[in-house]
Structures are given as structure tokens and as C-alpha cells.
């Protein structure tokens, strides 16, 4: 399996996050991708290569194009205030506020698109997050061109960012980014399975309205868990799109055995939807050991987890998404995509 990265990641590293009430070190830190990429090495899963250069167009097939914008040029306008930490939201056009007046302020423009702190922007987050999607979709090129798997190993994550908003450590929606992609390079049908431990808003709001991608997701249930306001199973689209969105939402405690029996619904909602490709939101935060999480996977269930995946037979393409027990990613991650390809 070709497995897609780039060094730019590094340059993304934000200093801080809040957590139960304190600033604490972010969970999301260079150190995984280095995990990951070494583990896929290690796996002899396959040739690593870097990513290619898509035009902008390709990020504003799925993101607006004022948050593009905000998102190439916040760090400038950050520091051009003398401030030299990272650039943090504190302030958010919720309940009863105005949503039709986007700010000039780079303090108002973060919180307009952003739902929540969870989104430290540094001097590189840009580069970095841009060479992220690059990495999709690069993947998403190889799997147009009649690849049979990729492995985008992508740094920042995506799936909590959607049209026009970042968050949850999220910037480009890399997963939603490459199905378009491959929506607009011939594939008629796109399916995102998403298996981080958090629900996939943005990707599910990016396609909610839409009958040309289903997007599934197992996840945390919203009512205990972030992103808390979206991702309840009653959420099954709405116009060309109803009936595709699947939502599986399972209690904290979730262990492998009950997973993989929400993991083969979803797939069999997959299976008769009959996608040219797939995309898959890969997330390893559902491990038993992960800081920030609740479930208790172990390191068995994703190899079955890329097994049953492989059952689809569909081409696939795996994009990084969550994962934080840093000495663990790397592991979990092979698992899956080694289940997927000896599945
Ligand atoms: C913010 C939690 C962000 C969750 C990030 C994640 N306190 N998403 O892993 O998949
Ligand atoms: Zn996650």
C-alpha cells in the first residue's frame, strides 16, 4: 500500500489546549505523525513518497473561500499585533449572535470560523495543514488512477473541520477534501467511513445535503462526548442526501467486540450503497489507552477492524485523522492498514 507524507507536518506544533478547565500541552503533536510514519515502516506496508502540489481549487471544492483565505493569511495578521504565541478563539458567533458579519479583527475572524479553541494557528500551521490535504489527495490521485489502496498519513487531522469552520485540532477537511476529489475524477459514488473515536461533523456537514457521498461514523456518543453537537444517529441527511448519513454512536466503555458489530452495520450500509471508492476516516483514539477518549480497543481489534474493511473489495484510501497515546499510534494504525491488506 502506498503511504503518502510530508515533513511539513513539523511545522504545525501548537503550544497549548484547554483540558477539564486548564492550558495543558496538545495532545495533537508532531510526535504522532513520526510514530505513524515509522510503525508503516516498519510494517513493510509499501513505498512512502511525498505529496504532489494540488491548485487552491481543490481545498475550495469543499471549503468556502473566505476560510481559505482567513486560513492563509490568520497567522500574518496575528503577528502583525507583535504577538508572537499562538493564535487562539475566544470568542464565538453562538447562540443569538450574528453570523452575517464576519469580523475584521483577527481576534473576531478566529472565532467566526472556528468551533472551538481545540485550533492553535502557529507561524506554519497553513503550510503544514496545506500539505496535509496535499497528502489526500495525492492518495485520492493514486486511487482515480485505478490504485487498489493509500495510506495519506496526514498532519493536522480534518474530519471536525467543515465548509467554513476549523476546530478540534482540525483546519482542511483532508477526508472530504479527497472525496470530492474523487467525486470530480470519476468515481460516481464515494462512501467516508469514519472510525475515529470523535464524530466527523464536518465531513458529515460538508456532504449532509448531498446523495453522491455517504458518510458513516462510529463514534463517542454526542451526549457524553466532544464534539457534543452534532453526530446523533437520527441524523440521516436531508434532500438528495436523506438516508446518506449513518451515525452510530456508542456509550464510553464501547469494547472491540461491540464495535466491530456497529463496524459490520455500517459497512453493510456501505455495501449497498455500492461506492466506486471509499474513504476512510482513520482514527485510532478509540484505544483502550488513549488520554483524551473512552472506548477500549485493543490492539486485535484493528487488525479486524482493516479486515472487515477489505471486505468491501472497494478501492480505498485511509486518511489520518485522531489518535493520542503517542507510543501506541503507530502500532494501531499497521494494524489496521495490515488487517486491510492481508483482509
Ligand atoms: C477537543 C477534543 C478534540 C478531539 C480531536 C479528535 N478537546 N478528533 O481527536 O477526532
Ligand atoms: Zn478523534
Known amino acids: 500500500m502506498l503511504t503518502i507524507y510530508s515533513d511539513d507536518h513539523r511545522l504545525?506544533?501548537?503550544?497549548?489546549?484547554?483540558?477539564?478547565?486548564?492550558?495543558?500541552?496538545?495532545?495533537?503533536?508532531?510526535?504522532?505523525?513520526?510514530q505513524v510514519l515509522a510503525a508503516v515502516r516498519a510494517a513493510g506496508l509499501g513505498a512512502?513518497?511525498?505529496?504532489?502540489?494540488?491548485?487552491?481549487?481543490?481545498?475550495?471544492?469543499?471549503?468556502?473561500?473566505?476560510?481559505?483565505?482567513?486560513?492563509?493569511?490568520a497567522w500574518d495578521e496575528w503577528a502583525a499585533q507583535g504577538e508572537t504565541g499562538d493564535a487562539l478563539p475566544y470568542a464565538w458567533p453562538a447562540v443569538d449572535l450574528r453570523r452575517d458579519t464576519p469580523p475584521q479583527h483577527i481576534d473576531g475572524k478566529l472565532g467566526f470560523y472556528a468551533i472551538d479553541a481545540a485550533v492553535p494557528i502557529t507561524a506554519g500551521t497553513w503550510?503544514?495543514?496545506?500539505?496535509?490535504?496535499?497528502?489526500?489527495?495525492?492518495?485520492?490521485?493514486?486511487?482515480?488512477?485505478?490504485?487498489?489502496?493509500?495510506?495519506?498519513?496526514?498532519?493536522?487531522?480534518?474530519?471536525?473541520?467543515?465548509?467554513?469552520?476549523?476546530?478540534?485540532?482540525?483546519?482542511?477537511?483532508?477526508?472530504?477534501?479527497?472525496?470530492?476529489?474523487?467525486?470530480?475524477?470519476?468515481?460516481?459514488?464515494?462512501?467516508?467511513?469514519?472510525?475515529?473515536?470523535?464524530?466527523?461533523?464536518?465531513?458529515?456537514?460538508?456532504?449532509?445535503d448531498r446523495g453522491d457521498v455517504l458518510f458513516a461514523s462510529l463514534h463517542?456518543?454526542?451526549?457524553?462526548?466532544y464534539p457534543f453537537f452534532l453526530g446523533h444517529a437520527d441524523e440521516r441527511g436531508s434532500g438528495a442526501g436523506l438516508g446518506a448519513n449513518r451515525n452510530f454512536p456508542l456509550p464510553w466503555g464501547t469494547t472491540g467486540d461491540a464495535y466491530l458489530a456497529a463496524l459490520d452495520a455500517a459497512i453493510a450500509d456501505i455495501a449497498a450503497f455500492a461506492p466506486d471508492s471509499l474513504v476512510v476516516s482513520l482514527g485510532v483514539d478509540t484505544f483502550v489507552e488513549d488520554p483524551i477518549s473512552h472506548f477500549?480497543?485493543?490492539?486485535?481489534?484493528?487488525?479486524?477492524?482493516?479486515?472487515?474493511?477489505?471486505?468491501?473489495?472497494?478501492?480505498?484510501?485511509?486518511?489520518?485523522?485522531?489518535?493520542?497515546?503517542?507510543?501506541?499510534?503507530?502500532?494501531?494504525?499497521?494494524?489496521?492498514?495490515?488487517?486491510?491488506?492481508?483482509g
Open 296 to 342: 477500549k480497543l485493543v490492539a486485535a481489534d484493528f487488525t479486524a477492524i482493516g479486515r472487515r474493511i477489505a471486505t468491501l473489495g472497494a478501492p480505498t484510501l485511509f486518511v489520518l485523522e485522531g489518535g493520542y497515546a503517542v507510543a501506541d499510534i503507530g502500532g494501531n494504525v499497521a494494524a489496521v492498514l495490515t488487517g486491510f491488506a492481508d
Open 127 to 208: 503550510t503544514a495543514a496545506r500539505s496535509s490535504a496535499d497528502c489526500a489527495l495525492t492518495g485520492a490521485r493514486h486511487i482515480a488512477g485505478g490504485g487498489h489502496s493509500a495510506f495519506a498519513l496526514c498532519r493536522p487531522p480534518g474530519h471536525h473541520a467543515g465548509a467554513r469552520a476549523m476546530g478540534g485540532f482540525c483546519y482542511l477537511n483532508n477526508a472530504a477534501i479527497a472525496a470530492q476529489y474523487l467525486r470530480d475524477h470519476g468515481a460516481a459514488r464515494v462512501a467516508v467511513l469514519d472510525v475515529d473515536y470523535h464524530h466527523g461533523n464536518g465531513t458529515q456537514t460538508i456532504f449532509y
Open 48 to 73: 512512502v513518497v511525498p505529496p504532489d502540489r494540488f491548485d487552491r481549487t481543490a481545498l475550495t471544492r469543499v471549503h468556502t473561500d473566505d476560510y481559505v483565505a482567513f486560513l492563509e493569511s
Open 220 to 225: 463517542g456518543d454526542p451526549m457524553v462526548e
Open 12 to 34: 504545525h506544533h501548537g503550544a497549548a489546549e484547554f483540558y477539564r478547565g486548564r492550558l495543558v500541552p496538545c495532545f495533537e503533536m508532531p510526535a504522532r505523525a513520526d
